[in-house]
Nanobody
Framework: VQLVESGGGLVQPGGSLRLSCAAS????????LSWYRQAPGKERELVAS???????SYADSVKDRFAISRDNGKNTLYLQMNSLKSEDAAVYYC?????????????WGQGTLVTVSS
């Protein structure tokens, strides 16, 4: 199982970024996928999840600003982040978890850093 995040960087408050997570080594379409983030000195927190059926859920802090999506044909998970705030700055991680029909996984990418600053 391999998860490789990309798309992080420096953005001004109010700006946008799109993160990507390229996956391999498992049947992508049959798993729940999530984005987590961890800011310095804080615990890792769940940002958004998407099920194998495409049902999405979000942390209250990002609802209406972030959008998680998946492209099963490209084995890629996305996180569109709009109206970014300073408190969104963190390392963002891709995670694969529960499966529809296969054994559950618990794997993480290496993370991609998002910095929000003027």
């Amino acid at each position: 199982v391999q998860l490789v995040e990309s798309g992080g960087g420096l953005v001004q408050p109010g700006g946008s970024l799109r993160l990507s997570c390229a996956a391999s080594g498992f049947t992508f379409s049959r798993y729940v996928l999530s984005w987590y983030r961890q800011a310095p000195g804080k615990e890792r927190e769940l940002v958004a999840s998407i099920t194998f059926a495409g049902v999405t859920s979000y942390a209250d802090s990002v609802k209406d600003r972030f959008a998680i999506s998946r492209d099963n044909g490209k084995n890629t998970l996305y996180l569109q982040m709009n109206s970014l705030k300073s408190e969104d700055a963190a390392v963002y991680y891709c995670h694969v978890g529960r499966s529809q029909i296969f054994r559950d996984l618990d794997a993480w990418g290496q993370g991609t850093l998002v910095t929000v600053s003027s």
